[in-house]
């Protein structure tokens, strides 16, 4: 996947107790003033992010997350009893592998359905949400 990477771009897999996710991640040029985390939609991967990755400014810290069975993250199953909720409990997880507490949130599509889940499981962490 790094041969689709644009530049300033960066991939990493991060193992968390739930799941391995791929992550791509844009830093910030200097000590970061704020985290943005974007979630794509359906059909979809991290890689979609990547031109807005690189539009924010260089004081930004900028991470898209490959949800499960997307992109280069793992496939596992997904309860489809609880919803949107495996995905969520998942950037949840990848969130607390980073060292992460809080985060601006993009979704979109479905990531837009996951980003809503996590405002009702862990509003505490979340600093805005663009849908």
Known sequence: ?????LPGIQAHDV?????RARVLERPAASEAASTVLFVHGNV????????????LAPDVRALAVDLR???ESETLP??????????ADDVTS????????AVHLVGWSMGGGV????????????LSVTL
Do not use: C, K, N, W
């Not at 991290?46 to 690189?54: G, H």
């Open 94 to 101: 990848v969130l607390d592998a980073l060292g992460v507490d």
């Open 15 to 19: 193992s968390t107790p739930r799941l």
């Open 115 to 126: 980003v809503m889940q996590l405002m009702l499981a862990a509003p505490e962490r979340i």
């Open 78 to 87: 997904v309860d489809a009893t609880r919803g949107l909720s495996d995905f």
């Open 1 to 5: 996947m790094t041969d689709h990477l």
């Open 69 to 71: 069975g997307f992109g």
């Open 44 to 55: 979809s991967s991290s890689l979609f992010y990547q031109p807005t990755m690189r539009a």
